[in-house]
Structures are given as structure tokens and as C-alpha cells.
């Protein structure tokens, strides 16, 4: 049994991490603009137009009827570069049938050609807007912190999203599959 000053000491603990979850979460939205719509899990999918590596303006909706996984990512990003040989891998394995990977580069043009160029990647690589609101921020990333990945279902609504690398197990849940 605890003692009153320790039961008081619990409670005002807990009233603090409430507060402090409650905080984050306002602080996490103060961070959009008025007027900007983000993604949301459970809603359809927003429009995305976006130039790939050669300047052609690739549209979502010409994925429509396939599981799309959006992996927004930065040359300059390590925790981004360490992720993308699993994503190429469900791409090789999977990029033909169910589920397509798209990644959204968040970065100079000129610096994800040059990555790429020495590290080839077997999904299509898109172009985002950086300017705001970016593209990364219209797809849910309040913090617009990378990586940030979104898994869109054949309905094409948003099933999930992911901040930070995609672990095996996620990822493999993502694709449904068990992990490697």
C-alpha cells in the first residue's frame, strides 16, 4: 500500500505526463500552416503530382488499384540512406504485383542524381517540394523530419504512417509478410 505523500507524488506524476502527451500533440499541429491539409490515416489519399529524375510529372493516381509505399528521403539523411536497401528489396519482390514503392527525395535534384548514381535503387524516385508547406509536411511529417514514410491502400486511402526508418517487422507488416 502506498502512503498519502506517495500517492500524491504518482498522481502528480501522472497528471504531468498527460500534459506533456497532450503538449506534444498540440505542438506537433502548431507546426502546420493555416490553410494546409495534412494526410490523415483513414482518409483517401491526397492528389500528389510530382517531376521524377527526368523532369515527367508522375501522378499517384497511376498507381491507383496497388498498395503504394511513399518513402520520403534525403540524401544527406543516414537513418534514410540505411533504409533504402530493404525498400529496394520489397521493390524487387513485390514491385510487379500487390505493392509499389515510390520515393519522394526531399533534396536537391542535382544530389539525388549523384547518390544514385552510386546507389541505384530499383523504385521510381520523385522530386518533392521543399518550399512550404513541402511535400513531406502535406503527407502528415509535422516535424518534417526524415525519413517519413505513408502506406496507401489499393482503395487509396492512407493505412499508415511511419516516422523514422521502417524496422523489418514493420516493414514486413506493411507488405504482408513476415520478416526476413
Known sequence: MLSRPNLVILGIAVLAAALGGWLQHESRLAHVPAGVTMAQVGEAAP????????????????????????????????????????????????????????????????????????????FPILLGRMEAPSTSLLWGDSGEILPWSVLIGADGRVIATHRGPLDAATLARWVGTRPD
Do not use: T
Not at 527526368?54 to 498507381?63: K, T
Not at 505493392?99 to 541505384?120: K, N
Open 47 to 122: 492528389a500528389l503530382e510530382l517531376p521524377d529524375l527526368q523532369g515527367r510529372m508522375r501522378r499517384l493516381a497511376d498507381y491507383r488499384g496497388r498498395r503504394i509505399l511513399l518513402n520520403f528521403w534525403a540524401s544527406w539523411c543516414g537513418p534514410c540512406l540505411d533504409e533504402l536497401p530493404a525498400l529496394d528489396k520489397v521493390q524487387a519482390k513485390f514491385g510487379d504485383k500487390d505493392i509499389i514503392v515510390l520515393g519522394i527525395a526531399m533534396d536537391d535534384p542535382a544530389r539525388v542524381r549523384a547518390f544514385l548514381a552510386d546507389h541505384p535503387v530499383r
